[in-house]
């Protein structure tokens, strides 16, 4: 079956050091984002992908980069983990721009310290 | 006015009861509209788009009202299985950034024995 994965599901870190979180789709699925879910916001958009080499900035983008070499991978990297980090971060794709179905990894909670 | 807004709850209602959730939005030129349920510590999953003559799935009946700029989701006897966090979604209109999906921070259900 197709799916979405996520990796680490769990990681800790200390404030400055770089952090790379992996996301991989089996959908096949041209678009692709990321969000992050924090108590009192909800979730917000971090970086989107609508194909291979196309990478556009969300809501809240600073602190934060993506690259799409192919497509199924979109890793979210933080350059300088800083504490205002910490936070569930999630992978979605979606087959189309129309569908309002986007499907969800399970999730990467993490922690900077 | 934030973009979408949503009653955060929680919603403690008895098993078998009815119970309605509402969520208003700002942008009146809003396309699309959805409910997601999102499990505790689990990722979301697309519930039920919203139509605008309205629409049925089993227990669930989603509404929409564009004159008020609101969206209803209504649950008929409740079951313990629903206790999770029912998050609004917005699509904007069509243009860029069409396909940037705005959440809601969510309303949480417990359906109580």
């Known amino acids: 079956d197709a799916e979405i994965t996520q990796s680490p599901r769990h990681k800790i870190t200390e404030t400055g050091r770089q952090v790379t979180l992996a996301c991989h789709q089996t959908?096949?699925?041209?678009?692709m984002f990321w969000y992050r879910q924090d108590l009192g916001h909800g979730l917000r958009l971090i970086h989107y992908s609508y194909g291979v080499h196309d990478t556009n900035k969300g809501e809240v983008s600073d602190g934060y980069s993506v690259s799409r070499s192919n497509t199924e991978d979109l890793p979210l990297t933080l350059e300088s983990a800083a504490s205002s980090q910490t936070s569930v971060y999630f992978c979605?794709?979606?087959?189309?721009?129309?569908?309002?179905?986007?499907?969800f990894g399970e999730g990467s909670r993490l922690t900077v310290l | 006015r934030k973009e979408v807004e949503q009653d955060p709850g929680p919603f403690n209602v008895p098993e078998g009861a009815t119970v309605a959730f509402n969520c208003t939005y700002s942008n009146s030129a809003s396309q699309s509209f959805f409910w997601y349920r999102q499990d505790c510590r689990k990722e979301p999953k697309l519930l039920m788009s919203?139509?605008?003559s309205g629409n049925e799935d089993g227990r669930f009946t989603a509404q929409l009202n564009r004159a008020s700029q609101y969206i209803s989701l209504l649950i008929r006897d409740s079951k313990l299985s629903d206790s999770a966090t029912y998050l609004c979604v917005v699509k904007p209109p069509s243009g860029a950034g069409s396909y940037q999906l705005t959440f809601g921070k969510g309303t949480k259900l417990s359906v109580i024995p």
């Open positions: 919203v139509y605008s």
């Open positions: 979605a794709s979606s087959a189309g721009l129309n569908t309002g179905e986007l499907f």
């Open positions: 959908w096949n699925h041209n678009n």
